[in-house]
Structures are given as structure tokens and as C-alpha cells.
T-cell receptor
Framework: DTGVSQDPRHKITKRGQNVTFRCDPI?????LYWYRQTLGQGPEFLTY????????KSRLLSDRFSAERPKGSFSTLEIQRTEQGDSAMYLC?????????????FGPGTRLTVL | AQSVSQHNHHVILSEAASLELGCNYS??????LFWYVQYPGQHLQLLLK??????LVKGIKGFEAEFIKSKFSFNLRKPSVQWSDTAEYFC???????????FGQGTTLQVKP
């Protein structure tokens, strides 16, 4: 499968714990995006990378959230000291900046439940 | 502020009925417009996109959308829906520079056989 993959698909954690999610983009894509989706809402932009550089972060991304893309390939999203309000689906998408329309391809998401 | 608004949250249709889902956007600068679909148990997939040129764009599975700049709208249409069109539909506006997407709240479409 050459699509965007995310791991894990589901994560249940207790409030206060740290969690880390991984996203593997389509191999030739240089842009990688993270979004968060809560029930009944559309995805909300969190942050994006072009190669290894993090170019934009949403105000939704509190200081408990950190994302990295160290080698310009896979990315990790870490949430420290999780809160119940962090429960959501975390989506990753990738694209190729040189394409004419920068189409984003989405992964299956990681569903986080904070108890 | 950038935003995308979808008028219908839940639509129920019978097979062969016509579909129109409303989408309005507020976005400064050059905007690209998209409709994504999420079938039950699957991830988001691109249905169609508008960047420039002909304001009537055609996508997969018989869907089309019309960009009306004066109304800041990008409504999705299909002349005759099928049961397999049951899914959640998201309208999105994207930056032509960064590609960052702003999504609407989504519309759940249920097609009754």
C-alpha cells in the first residue's frame, strides 16, 4: 500500500499521560499536514511541514503539542499531559508542493480517547 | 477570518433523487476549493477540486460542483444519487501557497434504497 499510513489506529490513555502518533506520508511527497477532527466537525488544521521544516502552527496547537519531521519523511505528533478535551481523531495528510494543485492525500487517522 | 460553511448537516434522500449540498467560504486571497468524501470506515478522499478556469468542475462518480465567485459558493451536485453515495461530505478551502485546508462542518448524506 503506497498511501499515507498512521500508527496507531486507536489509542486509549489516561488523563495526564503522554502519547505519540506516527505518520508515514506518500514517499515522494514533501509536504505533511496534521489535522484534528472531533465528532460532528470537519478536520481542523494543526500544523504542516515542508521537508523537515515546520512552516506553520495553528493556535489550536497548545504548548502540550509538539510535532517533528526530523528527516523530511515520517512525522510524529506528541501530546504531553493529555486532557479529556484532546480526545479526537488525528489525521495526517501529505502532498507534493510542485504539483499544480497541491492535492492532499489523507491517512486513516489515529483515534485518541483520553479517560 | 477564513471559514467554510456547509448549510446542511444531515440529508436523507431516496435513490435516484437529485442532490445539492451547499458550501460557502470566506477566504482572503487566491483560494482553491475542494470537496472530500468519507465513506463509512474509510479515510477522506478527494471528490473534486477547483483552481481556476471553468467554474463547473466534474469529479469522480458523477459528482460536479459549481464555483460562483460572486456568491462565494461552491455547491456540490449529483443528478441521481445511489445507495453507495451514503457518506460524509466535506467542503474545504485551501491556500494556493501552503496548501493548508479549512474544512466545513461536513454533511452526512444517507441514501435510502
Amino acid at each position: 500500500d503506497t498511501g499515507v499510513s498512521q500508527d496507531p489506529r486507536h489509542k486509549i490513555t489516561k488523563r495526564g499521560q503522554n502519547v505519540t502518533f506516527r505518520c508515514d506520508p506518500i514517499s515522494e511527497h514533501n509536504r505533511l499536514y496534521w489535522y484534528r477532527q472531533t465528532l460532528g466537525q470537519g478536520p481542523e488544521f494543526l500544523t504542516y511541514f515542508q521537508n523537515e521544516a515546520q512552516l506553520e502552527k495553528s493556535r489550536l496547537l497548545s504548548d502540550r503539542f509538539s510535532a517533528e519531521r526530523p528527516k523530511g519523511s515520517f512525522s510524529t505528533l506528541e501530546i504531553q499531559r493529555t486532557e479529556q478535551g484532546d480526545s479526537a481523531m488525528y489525521l495526517c495528510a501529505s502532498s507534493f508542493s510542485q504539483s499544480s494543485y497541491n492535492e492532499q492525500f489523507f491517512g486513516p487517522g489515529t483515534r485518541l480517547t483520553v479517560l | 477570518a477564513q471559514s467554510v460553511s456547509q448549510h446542511n448537516h444531515h440529508v436523507i434522500l431516496s435513490e435516484a433523487a437529485s442532490l445539492e449540498l451547499g458550501c460557502n467560504y470566506s477566504y482572503g486571497g487566491t483560494v482553491n476549493l475542494f470537496w472530500y468524501v468519507q465513506y463509512p470506515g474509510q479515510h477522506l478522499q478527494l471528490l473534486l477540486k477547483y483552481f481556476s478556469g471553468d467554474p463547473l468542475v466534474k469529479g469522480i462518480k458523477g459528482f460536479e460542483a459549481e464555483f460562483i465567485k460572486s456568491k462565494f459558493s461552491f455547491n456540490l451536485r449529483k443528478p441521481s444519487v445511489q445507495w453507495s453515495d451514503t457518506a460524509e461530505y466535506f467542503c474545504a478551502a485551501g491556500s494556493s501557497n501552503t496548501g493548508k485546508l479549512i474544512f466545513g462542518q461536513g454533511t452526512t448524506l444517507q441514501v435510502k434504497p
